[in-house]
């Protein structure tokens, strides 16, 4: 049997005349940058989102750097976040000159542990990047009431959460911003690549609207040096087809993460396999299911023989990567995100994975443990 880790195709044949209708309509428009399409998909979003103003820009990865122009972010800021992530969310910081100040996780939700943050803060802190990793929110209670008393930005990454909540809030309205990518492995995945920004601050959507055309507001007048970042209607177009299924998606996803637990639990592999637990208050949206395993590499060289994709998010913390070296950290500073990367494996759970599939990824995990 062959169980990929992420099957786009099953999600596309499902859908196939409906996007294909879209783009033709695109092409028939000629319209291709920001313009009707993509206020339509802009306006779909924020009522899906709750949030008053949504933003499409050309990725996830400038959707954090778009909130923290607006922000005012530069050189000798500082903006605290996790190792444990997407490069992205620490490079958007360093771009602009300012300073990443790197906390550790919790070992369980693989989010940033909130215990830590008002240590890390000094009079240069600007901002707190949470990181909604695999799709379950951070402790945006814990994380708001700190940032809220020492008068610093939150920024959502929310990259890999779209659709996931917690409380009667939905990932994008829970911080002062939310950023978004449409990466096609993302629970909403685009054509190639995408992203937005949520906030209901009108200062902030002003300013990262500007922003992201070269900081302009009049054609050829700019206010401020931006960059160019911009969301396609092609993109929007096939976006705004897949939002209508994005609910499903995620229920699809949310069965099969119950039916892991199910399963696993038959095979009594608790000491080996480690699920990954739900906050209470979460809605989790499951971009990955990421387990933790004992002898990881072995296993995952053995499912790919039997023909089950796996992938390890993510292999290296951010504070051992070789472009942050001058960030001081060495190994051993967050060892909790250093024992995570040298653990974690992800197995598929997209939502179109058959009952087959599934069980065979669950044996093929037991096999391997039968032999030591
Ligand atoms: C995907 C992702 C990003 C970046 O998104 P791109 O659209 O690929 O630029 C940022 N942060 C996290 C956590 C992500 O998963």
């Known amino acids: 049997m062959n169980v990929p880790l992420l099957d786009l195709q099953a999600q596309f044949r499902s859908l196939r005349e409906e996007i294909l209708a879209a783009i033709q309509t695109v092409c028939d428009e000629q319209g291709f940058v920001l313009g009707p399409r993509v ?4 306006e779909a979003i924020a009522q899906y989102i709750g949030s008053r103003y949504a933003i499409g820009c050309a990725s996830g990865s400038d959707a954090l750097l778009l909130s923290l122009m607006a922000m005012g972010v530069k050189a000798g800021d500082e903006v605290i976040t996790i ?14 000159g300012a300073k990443p100040v790197l906390v550790d996780i919790q070992p369980d939700t693989f989010n940033i542990d909130p215990a830590l943050i008002e240590r890390a803060i000094t009079p240069r802190t600007k901002a707190i990047i949470p990181v ?30 779209i659709g996931a909540s917690q409380g009667n809030k939905r990932a994008g309205v829970l911080g002062d911003t939310g950023c978004f990518s449409f990466f ?7 054509f190639g690549d995408g992203g937005l ?17 070269h900081g302009s507001q009049v054609r050829y007048l700019h206010e401020a040096v931006g960059i160019n970042s911009r969301l396609d209607a092609l993109q929007a177009a096939v976006l705004h087809v897949k939002l209508q299924y994005l609910d499903q998606w995620a229920e699809g996803r949310r069965r ?25 208050d979460n809605f989790h949206v ?27 998010y993510y292999p290296l913390p951010m504070h051992l990567q070789n472009c942050f070296r001058d960030l001081g950290y060495q190994k051993g500073s967050f060892p909790v995100s250093e024992q995570a990367a040298e653990a974690v494996m992800s197995i598929p759970i997209y939502a179109e994975l058959t009952d087959a599939q599934q069980s065979y990824v669950v044996e093929m995990i037991a096999e391997f443990y039968k032999h030591g």
């Open 39 to 42: 206020v339509a998909f802009e």
């Open 83 to 96: 190792p444990f992530t997407f490069f992205a969310t620490v490079s958007a910081i360093s771009r602009l």
């Open 132 to 161: 909604h990793l695999f799709g379950q929110c951070a402790d945006m209670v814990a994380i708001n009431e700190i940032a809220k008393r020492k008068s610093i930005y939150v920024i959502e990454d929310a990259c890999q959460a």
């Open 184 to 190: 096609p492995s993302k629970n909403l995945g685009g």
């Open 197 to 213: 920004i949520t906030t209901n601050d009108k200062a902030l959507a002003d300013s990262m609207a500007m922003l992201r055309v």
């Open 256 to 280: 099969n993460a119950e039916r892991y637990q199910r399963l696993f639990a038959q095979t009594k592999l608790a000491d080996r396999v480690v699920l990954p637990p739900t906050m209470r």
């Open 286 to 312: 499951y971009n990955q299911f990421t387990v933790r395993a004992q002898k990881r590499d072995e296993l995952r060289t053995f499912l790919k023989e039997k023909g089950v994709g796996t992938e390890v």
